[in-house]
C-alpha cells in the first residue's frame, strides 16, 4: 500500500522543494531513494535526524529507503556551506564509521526483514575506488560543462566568499562525483530519487542531469528546508558542541534534556519532524500546551519520543529519573541508580572537593563534611545552623548534626552529593 509521502512530510514542514514531476512518480507504486551521510565520524548527531525522519516516513510510505555512506566523497569534502575542506580518512576508519551510522539507522529503518521495501547501506567507496581518473574524466566529466558547475551556489558561494581561500579542484570535482553516485544507484538499484537538504539541491541536480544524458533517464529530487532555532542559534549544537547519538559522546540523560529546554515555537515545529505520533494527536498536544504553557507538556512528549527511538525505553526511564533529581522529588535510592556519567551531567557546573576516601572509611562527621573538609560551607558555625536549621541533605535525605557520612553513602563508589535547601548543591568525590 503506497501512501503519498510528499503529502505526509509537507504538513510535518519537511518539503522545501519538490522537482516536478516527482509527486506523481511517488504514487505510481513502490520506488527506491537515496539520502547520503558523511561518515567522517563513528556517530551520526541530531543534524542528521531530519534526513533519518524522511527515509524512515519513505519507507513507512511503502517505498525503499537506500542511505549512502559517503566513504569515497568523505575522502573528498562537501563546499556547500562550508568555509574549509575537511579532514581525509583513511579506508579502515571509514568502515568502521560505516558499521556504527548502520546500527543507528536501524533503530528508524527496517534494513533485516524480506520485505521488499527493507532498507539497503551502500557506500560508494565500493564503486569509486577502482575508477580511473581517467576513466572518471572521459565517461562522467565530459558530460557536464564547468560553466554549469560554476553556476551551483555551492560553488558560487564558496569562490566568492571573502573569508575563503578558495576551492580547491577536489572540492570543485565533489558535485560530479554525488552525482554518479545517483547514477551508479539508478543503474544498479533501480533508484529514481535523491533527497536531501536545500543546500544539497545543486549536487542533487547534477546527478539528475548525469542521470538525462548518459543513461536516458529520468531522476527526481526532492529537498528539506534546513532546521533553524527560533533565537537564530544553530539547530543540533550545545554548549559542549554536538549533540551526538551515540550515548557515549552525549549521554541519554543530555540528549533528553537538550530536547526538553526547546522553546515553545521550536518544540511545537520539533514534534511534526523528529517524531512519528499523527497530525491529531500533534494538534491536540499543541492546544493542551497552550492552555498551560508551564506544564511544557510538548517539550517533555518531544523529549520521550525522540529520546525512546534514539537510545531506549530504558535509557529514557532513566534519563527522567535523573531529571527528577534535580527538578523533582526522588530518594537516595534514585540517585544511587544513576551511572558516573549521568551523575556528573545531572550535576555539571556544581562545586566539587575531593576528599581522601579513608575519610569516608572511618565516618566523616557532618561538620567537617560542610565545612573544614568539604568546604560546602565558610565556617563551623555556619554548618551547625544550618543543620539546627533542618536544611541540609546528603544523597537528597535531610540529617542533623551527628549524622556520619561512610562509604554506604557514596554513589557509584565515589560521590556524595550534599545539599542546602532547594538548589544549592555540593558534590564531594572521593580519591
Request: glycine share 8%.
Amino acid at each position: 500500500m503506497i501512501k503519498n509521502f510528499v503529502e505526509e512530510l509537507t504538513w510535518r514542514g519537511m518539503i522545501h522543494t519538490v522537482m516536478p514531476g516527482a509527486e506523481e512518480h511517488l504514487m505510481e507504486g513502490m520506488k527506491s531513494a537515496y539520502i547520503g551521510f558523511d561518515p567522517t565520524a563513528d556517530s551520526l548527531h541530531i543534524g542528521n535526524l531530519v534526513p533519518i525522519m524522511i527515509l524512515a516516513h519513505y519507507q513507512r510510505c511503502g517505498h525503499k529507503p537506500v542511505a549512502l555512506v559517503g566513504g569515497a566523497t568523505g575522502m573528498i569534502g562537501d563546499p556547500s556551506g562550508k568555509s574549509n575542506e575537511r579532514n581525509l580518512l583513511d579506508e579502515k576508519t571509514l568502515r568502521h564509521n560505516q558499521e556504527a551510522i548502520k546500527g543507528q539507522l536501524s533503530h528508524f529503518l527496517d534494513f533485516e526483514s524480506d520485505a521488499d521495501n527493507a532498507a539497503v547501506l551502500v557506500n560508494n567507496y565500493d564503486w569509486m575506488k577502482e575508477f580511473s581518473f581517467l576513466e572518471f574524466i572521459r565517461d562522467v566529466g565530459k558530460h557536464i560543462t564547468v560553466n554549469y558547475m560554476m553556476a551551483k551556489d555551492s560553488v558560487k558561494n564558496r569562490i566568492s566568499s571573502d573569508s575563503s581561500e578558495g576551492m580547491s579542484f577536489t572540492e570543485f570535482t565533489y558535485q560530479l562525483v554525488q552525482g554518479y553516485d545517483f547514477l551508479h544507484l539508478y543503474r544498479e538499484n533501480n533508484c529514481s530519487l535523491q533527497m536531501g537538504g536545500s543546500d544539497q539541491w545543486g549536487n542533487i541536480t547534477t546527478g539528475t542531469e548525469l542521470i538525462r544524458r548518459i543513461a536516458g533517464g529520468k531522476g527526481y529530487a526532492i529537498t528539506c528546508p534546513l532546521i533553524t532555532k527560533s533565537d537564530g542559534s544553530k539547530f543540533g549544537k550545545s554548549e559542549g558542541g554536538n549533540v551526538w547519538l551515540d550515548s557515549k559522546r552525549t549521554s541519554p540523560y543530555k540528549f533528553y534534556q537538550y530536547w526538553l529546554n526547546s522553546s515553545d515555537e521550536d518544540a511545537e515545529k520539533y514534534i511534526k519532524i523528529f517524531t512519528f505520533l499523527r497530525e491529531e494527536e500533534i494538534t491536540a498536544l499543541v492546544e493542551e500546551h497552550k492552555k498551560a504553557p508551564h506544564v511544557r507538556v510538548l517539550q517533555k512528549r518531544l523529549a520521550e519520543e525522540i529520546t525512546k527511538m534514539v537510545h531506549s525505553e530504558a535509557d529514557l526511564d532513566n534519563a527522567i529519573k535523573a531529571s527528577n533529581i534535580l527538578f523533582g522529588k526522588s530518594t537516595s535510592e534514585d540517585l544511587k541508580e544513576l551511572d558516573e556519567q549521568t551523575f556528573l551531567d545531572v550535576f555539571d557546573g556544581v562545586p566539587q572537593k575531593e576528599i581522601a576516601f579513608a575519610e569516608v572509611e572511618n565516618g566523616l562527621d557532618m561538620i567537617a563534611a560542610l565545612a573544614e573538609k568539604g568546604g560546602f560551607l565558610k565556617s563551623n558555625g555556619e554548618a551547625r545552623r544550618a543543620l539546627k536549621e533542618n536544611s541540609i541533605s546528603v544523597n537528597k535525605q535531610k540529617v542533623k548534626e551527628d549524622y556520619k557520612i561512610t562509604k554506604e553513602d557514596l554513589v557509584n563508589d565515589k560521590f556524595v552529593l550534599l545539599q542546602r535547601g532547594k538548589k544549592n548543591y555540593f558534590v564531594l568525590r572521593t580519591i
